[in-house]
């Protein structure tokens, strides 16, 4: 049974930062790219049925949609406070949601509506997409807009294929997409003749709407995204694995389970054979002011994620031997990248290696309060920068004036 008023005390004492333990989420056709620093004799730690652990979610109140045997707490995000037994991020929201939050949020949100992680494969995955709210509805969960960013520090090694397949060649027609579904079950549908892949650089990202095919390259991925789990793979075969049906069909009502043109329709079919997809989809990082002054307190911080109302991020480096004070219009999650040190005067450092299971020091939640204050930042090291992502929810309000949607 939970103790809301131990919920309510934890969140409510101490400078308003929460330590997070790591949350380790399996895929079952996917094979681990061996980027995330879990230990080796960890990959399979939910079983070879499973699949390897591919992913690693962070300030998730989202359960993962992983069919019959995901696990009561998979994808979920636990708070360990200073004293006492940890609690789930997800409960702290409904009980606390006024102060981790602020009060406004939540009358306008109902909660936390952001889901971020970092996806590390070995190689591709298939082409898929993510319904958007009017079909995803229709199954009981909400549309999923993401975002990728690709940061330097995961990814020294490129892997297998550092593509992504995003959208369709101009001039395919549906009756191209129409043909690939009916040969699902001769190995490779062939839907990949009808893609463009586009090379991924590690220091930049992209912004990919619902109804849009993808398939996911081997960099490492740092995805904001709206907390849902909802998708339809299009693409039956990859690097000799086959995908069933099944992933096609996951999230949608059953009497269209063989409704080609209604699995077709859930395409938003402009966004995919835009011609200028890369000059619309692709984000570069956005200095958050002068680089010069920024440097010059001690700092440098680059929005990587912006343009929608759905969800923002930035890139915060705390330059060698400085200490700095940063504020934020809205709470956040965060996850290091790089180096070690305080924040918030609470102990923060990037793991070499992770045991499944164990508390690691890299990833915290930043109350809302805490952020409009003013967090202080302290990197000790004479050498090392301290690199830090963050990762707001819906209506930041310091994202507004980069919105592309409106």
Partial sequence: MLDRAKIQQAVSAGSGVLRLEPSWVPRSFMIPGRRLK??????????????????RWFSSTTKASNGPATTPDEGLSYVHPAA???????????????????????????????????????????????QSDEFASKVGFKGKPEAYYFPPQYNQLFNNFPHTYMGLEP???????????????????GIIFHARAYRL??????????????????????????????????QSEVEGRIVPWDLLVKDVLPEYHHDLDYIISMLDWEANINPEFGKTNKRHPVPVRAVEEMEEAGYRELWITYGGGYYSAKELTV?????????????????????????????????????????????????????????????????????ILKHFGPGNPDAESLRKDR
């Fill in 38 to 55: 879990l230990h080796p004799d960890d990959l399979y730690a939910f079983g070879g049925h499973r699949g390897g652990i591919n992913e």
């Fill in 84 to 130: 006492g037994a940890k609690f789930l991020l997800k409960d702290a929201v409904e009980i606390a949601g006024d102060l981790l939050l602020s009060a406004d949020v939540m009358e306008r949100e109902g909660g936390w509506n952001l889901l971020c992680k970092f996806f590390d494969n070995m190689g591709p995955i298939p082409h898929h997409m993510h």
């Fill in 171 to 189: 001039g395919t027609t549906k009756d191209d997409i129409r043909r690939c579904l009916e040969r699902w079950n001769r190995g490779d549908n």
């Fill in 201 to 234: 650089e590690p220091g930049s990202g992209w912004q990919i709407d619902p109804g849009i095919l993808h398939a996911p390259g081997s960099l490492v991925t740092y995805e904001p995204q709206v907390n849902s789990d909802v998708f339809a793979m299009f």
């Fill in 319 to 387: 330059l060698p031997g400085r200490t700095v004070t940063i504020k934020d219009a809205a709470a956040y999650g965060l996850i290091l990248t790089q180096g070690y040190g305080t924040f918030g005067g609470t102990q923060v450092c990037t793991p070499s290696m992770i045991r499944f299971g164990e508390l690691t020091e890299d990833e915290l939640f930043v109350t809302a309060s805490a952020a409009q204050e003013g967090v202080r930042i302290e990197n000790p090291s004479k050498t090392d920068p301290l690199v």
